[in-house]
């Protein structure tokens, strides 16, 4: 269901930690995704995973968009990131965000002779939402940049005694030998004792291999979210199912580029023309709902 969103805490109390949570593609391969068997797009009212609807999806309006207007619709996204300043050297500045054709765009260093803050020397774009919800499907059609920035679709929620995070989308073809790399990343930073008991970080990160490069046509992210599994799609392909142990916690959802050097994204001046194209969001939910753990 979607959750209010909560009290947001001060910038700086929550841009600390952020610092240190990157993260690191798999070290190894595990597989190669076959599309074989893709599905094909028959209508846009389901999943592309489940065009029949045989999983009786029903959509979330409140959080989906099909970026179709003028301008980014800011009682559905905050146009920055309230709580994170950026990983640097990367700031994020609203700047890099905007739409374009019936596009959500986002590029780097359009900031102009705006002044960063200390440690900081480029900036890339961002948007968050104002809604949470826990379980559902989601999916976005999305264009990396083909340029050192990580591409961005995930969901996550910062609180000071609960933190999880759910990576969609987190790559950078455009970084040289990662053109066909696909990441898979889930994380745990803390959870209190009646949810989990976490103190110390864990990820579960799995990186594929895809038989064409990433950024030179869109492709479709999907996020399958129940109480029991977590599935990640491409293509309308399911390329990797994980038992939910962890993943209980209502989040919000994200779309940005950024720095991180474990991508080998790290700024490149000679490469800021690059870009990062959203076609649409669109999230559903089960009719009838679900059963979370934690409210038994």
């Not at 068997?37 to 989906?64: M, V, Y």
């Not at 300043?85 to 739409?99: A, D, I």
Request: hydrophobic share 35%; aromatic share 12%.
């Amino acid at each position: 269901m979607i959750r209010p969103l909560l009290v947001i805490v001060g910038l700086l109390f929550i841009a600390a930690p952020f610092a240190s949570a990157q993260t690191r593609p798999g070290a190894k391969v595990t597989n190669e995704v076959s599309f074989e068997d893709a599905p094909e797009r028959t209508n846009r009212k389901f999943p592309l995973s489940d065009q029949n609807n045989e999983g009786k999806w029903k959509p979330i309006r409140e959080l989906s968009d099909e970026f179709g207007g003028k301008q980014l619709n800011t009682t559905r996204w905050y146009p920055n990131n309230p709580k994170w300043k950026g990983r640097p050297p990367t700031f994020f500045h609203g700047s890099n965000v905007s739409l374009e054709n019936g596009e959500l765009v986002l590029r780097v260093n359009k900031h102009g002779d705006a002044e960063l803050p200390k440690g900081f020397t480029h900036t890339a774009g961002f948007i968050k939402s104002r809604d949470r919800l826990t379980y559902g499907y989601l999916e976005a059609e999305m264009k990396l940049m083909d340029a050192p920035w990580v591409s961005g679709f995930w969901v996550t929620n910062v609180q000071s005694d609960w933190w999880t995070e759910i990576d969609i989308c987190e790559n950078c073809p455009g970084s040289e030998g990662r053109e066909n790399d696909l990441n898979s990343n889930m994380h745990v930073f803390r959870a209190p004792p009646d949810k989990g008991d976490v103190t110390e970080h864990f990820d579960s990160s799995k990186r594929y291999k895809v038989p064409f490069r990433l950024q030179d046509d869109y492709h479709v992210w999907g996020l399958e979210w129940d109480p029991e599994h977590i599935r990640f799609y491409i293509d309308g392909v399911l390329f990797r199912e994980v038992e939910n142990t962890h993943w209980h916690q209502p989040l919000e959802i994200n779309i940005n580029n950024e720095s991180n050097k474990w991508f080998g994204a790290l700024p490149d001046d000679n490469r800021l023309d690059g870009e990062f194209r959203i076609k649409y969001l669109r999230v559903w939910q089960k009719r009838g709902g679900y059963e979370n753990p934690f409210d038994k």
